[in-house]
């Protein structure tokens, strides 16, 4: 047996704890001398220990560990999965809010500073495309980056051994009640590869380009440069857009080039 300070020097908790944990009844001592009062423990009882603090770093309260501790280990196993991927969505969910925000306020100290002198008209040119379809819920970063990723995602396994004849490309084209069309698309040569949609991406003569540098969590940025600058220059648009990925995948997000292009009349 050991002594309580020996055990939580291998179970890697407080005595307190140790106290706390017998005093609730969560994790008896083996024995108590009936003399001194001193608790001692069995290594065995470092299984019990390692469920315990296990249930707790996962959020369980002290009543819930006590009902959790009784089911055998095949059910305790299946319980602390599930609030393990509950957690890891969770701080998935927080992280992805967390660079929203940062975005946001990104914009925010941005106002007032657009940097529209960055603002080119260039022709945008026809390109002939493989692609995929989808739409996205709005235009919020949050509804259209998983569409536009699971695009890629899906149009690259399809391309398979065919490599792309340029950039990566986006499109965008407002629909009706907010949603917004999405394509994911390669430029590609006179081969063009099965299992895909081939298609032609109509030019037009002009449009207000801006070249936006990092993670597409910022690319809101690049959309409101462009929306002072069409509104200063007295021009009009249809809401449709183009992203292309001049430096993308696998250089790391905040390297990425893109450039973000509005037709306009």
């Known amino acids: 047996m050991f002594s309580i300070g020996a055990f939580a020097s291998m179970g890697r908790v407080s005595v307190r704890m140790l106290r706390h944990y017998d005093k609730v009844g969560l994790l008896r001592p083996a024995r108590v001398d009936e003399f001194s009062g001193y608790r001692y423990y069995e290594a065995d009882q470092l299984r019990r220990l390692n469920r315990l603090l296990a249930c707790k770093d996962l ?4 009543d819930e560990v006590k009902s959790i501790l009784d089911e055998d280990d095949a059910d305790l196993a299946g319980l602390l ?12 969910a927080d992280q992805d809010r967390l660079t929203r925000v940062r975005a946001r306020l990104a ?3 941005a106002e007032g500073a657009s940097p529209s002198e960055a603002v080119t008209i260039e022709p945008l040119r026809p390109a002939r495309v493989a ?23 899906e149009l690259i396994k399809a391309m398979g051994t065919d490599s792309p004849a340029g950039p990566a490309i ?10 917004l069309e999405v394509q994911a698309c390669f430029p590609i040569g006179p081969e063009a590869p099965s299992g895909v949609e081939i298609a ?6 002009t449009a207000a380009t801006y070249l936006h540098r990092g993670t597409m969590a910022d690319i809101g940025l690049a959309y409101q440069v462009l929306a002072a600058w069409v509104e200063d220059a ?3 648009t249809d809401g449709t857009a183009r992203e292309v990925y001049l430096t993308s995948f696998p250089e790391p997000e905040e390297n990425w080039r893109t450039a973000v292009q509005l037709p306009v009349t």
């Open 170 to 179: 986006a499109t965008y084209r407002p629909l009706d009640g907010g949603a």
């Open 200 to 205: 032609e991406l109509p030019g037009h003569p």
């Open 234 to 236: 007295g021009h009009g």
């Open 107 to 109: 914009l925010i100290r």
């Open 59 to 62: 959020g369980f309260t002290l």
């Open 81 to 92: 999965r599930r609030r393990e991927a509950e957690l890891v969505q969770q701080i998935t």
């Open 131 to 153: 692609l995929l379809r989808g739409v996205a819920a709005s235009s919020d970063h949050e509804d259209v980056g998983p569409v536009i990723r699971l695009l890629f995602g």
